[in-house]
């Protein structure tokens, strides 16, 4: 089984893999050039969720590892023996994973239903503690997730309302016509991109779960 280094490193390996594929786009679009700005807008939103995905799944792996590993959570303190040397990865799966997976899984896009989990299988002193600047810019990050991914009224007014607010302050004209994709890839956010933002934010986040 993967380590936590392992499991931060593979997932920062994505973010590198996401950062270089979007810099080639990029290099690619406009008048005389492979693709126009509507498909840029549509390929950002693809490397945008990719990100997210990952993410998702980095937070998922990292709590099944302490779960089996960690002698504070519920799994270790209950059983010090197992039959098997993958056992506690398994078990721990089991206790982490929807009652009908795979048919149906559990939800990881929110960080504090990952927290809310730490805490009732790892105990308090677990490591999935953010500073309070990463845990509002990862809620910014989901809300541009959500307006991509389900396309529902309270997405989308949700995100409406995050561009029009600060940081990003877009007018009523900017917003008018806007889609993520094009937030995503023509708007800034503290000087970067909000996609240069975002990546750099998932990535320091994945770094002070696991330093």
């Known amino acids: 089984m993967r380590t936590p280094a392992e499991i931060r490193d593979e997932y920062i390996d994505s973010l590198n893999h996401i950062r270089s594929a979007y810099g080639k786009i990029c290099g690619?679009?406009?008048?005389?050039?492979?693709?126009?700005?509507?498909?840029?807008?549509?390929?950002?939103?693809?490397?945008?969720?990719?990100?997210?995905?990952?993410?998702?799944?980095?937070?998922?792996?990292?709590?099944?590892?302490?779960?089996?590993?960690?002698?504070?959570?519920?799994?270790?303190?209950?059983?010090?023996?197992?039959?098997?040397?993958?056992?506690?990865?398994?078990?721990?799966?089991?206790?982490?994973?929807?009652?009908?997976?795979?048919?149906?899984?559990?939800?990881?896009?929110?960080?504090?239903?990952?927290?809310?989990?730490?805490?009732?299988?790892?105990?308090?002193?677990?490591?999935?503690?953010?500073?309070?600047?990463?845990?509002?810019?990862?809620?910014?990050i989901k809300k541009v997730r959500n307006a991509i991914a389900h396309k529902s009224d309270k997405a989308w007014e949700s995100f409406s309302a995050l561009i029009r607010g600060d940081p990003f302050n877009l007018t009523g004209a900017q917003c008018r016509g806007v889609t993520p994709g094009r937030f995503i890839y023509a708007h800034q956010w503290n000087g970067a991109t909000v996609m240069e933002k975002s990546l750099t934010t998932l990535e320091n986040a994945a770094r002070t779960l696991v330093p």
Request: glycine share 4%; aromatic share 10%; charged share 25%.
């Open 28 to 140: 690619q679009v406009g008048r005389g050039h492979l693709l126009s700005f509507p498909d840029i807008h549509k390929l950002s939103e693809g490397l945008f969720l990719s990100a997210l995905t990952y993410w998702e799944a980095l937070c998922r792996d990292l709590i099944v590892t302490d779960l089996a590993t960690v002698s504070a959570g519920v799994l270790r303190s209950e059983i010090r023996e197992f039959r098997t040397k993958n056992a506690p990865y398994r078990l721990a799966e089991r206790m982490l994973n929807h009652p009908d997976h795979p048919e149906k899984f559990v939800e990881w896009s929110s960080f504090e239903s990952v927290v809310s989990r730490a805490n009732e299988f790892l105990g308090q002193n677990h490591r999935y503690v953010l500073t309070q600047v990463e845990k509002q810019d990862l809620a910014k």
